[in-house]
């Protein structure tokens, strides 16, 4: 689509802290920022085995839009 898109990368709670909502504030804190700025789509990544951001994405309205695959090879 033609709309202005803002992008959250590598968005993460340290391990003591989870629990408590703070994923949720600053999601919501980045996406005001980004709305400031006159984006209008807000783009973000996930390991799709991390339950709990992809449950929090998809309470706040996010659909996936694309799966990618991350390969690896050991070579040493």
Partial sequence: TGKSRG????????????GRGLGRKLL???????????????????????????GLYRSLGFEVVEDTLWYEKVIG
Avoid at 7 to 18: A, D, K
Avoid at 28 to 54: F, H, W
């Fill in 7 to 18: 992008r959250i990368y590598m968005l993460g709670v340290h391990p003591e802290h989870r």
């Fill in 28 to 54: 919501l804190a980045g996406m005001r920022q980004l709305k400031g700025k006159g984006l209008e789509v807000v783009e973000i990544t996930v390991d799709s085995q991390n339950v709990a951001a992809v």
